[in-house]
């Protein structure tokens, strides 16, 4: 695999568990409450949130990253 195809898929993994495992700690705390079965609810909510937000970050990344380039007319590197 190419060093820098290898690096976004790693990047889709990292980004995609940072921000997932702090989002749906939020909406299920909101949803739910902390409650006696937060912890089981918001893994649950973080490893369905997971398989489908890694795949999103894959693909959308690059778009994101013309199209704020384009917005701020700037050529991303």
């Not at 790693?10 to 940072?18: D, E, R, Y």
């Not at 921000?19 to 973080?46: C, D």
Request: glycine fraction near 10%.
């Amino acid at each position: 695999m190419h060093p820098q195809k290898k690096f976004h898929l790693v990047f889709s993994l990292v980004m995609g568990a940072m921000m997932i495992f702090i989002m749906t700690f939020v909406i299920t705390l909101v949803n739910v409450g902390f409650g006696e079965h937060f912890v089981q609810t918001w893994m649950k909510a973080f490893g369905i949130a997971y398989v489908v937000g890694v795949p999103v970050i894959f693909f959308l990344a690059p778009v994101a990253r013309k199209l704020t380039g384009k917005l701020l007319g700037v050529n991303p590197a």
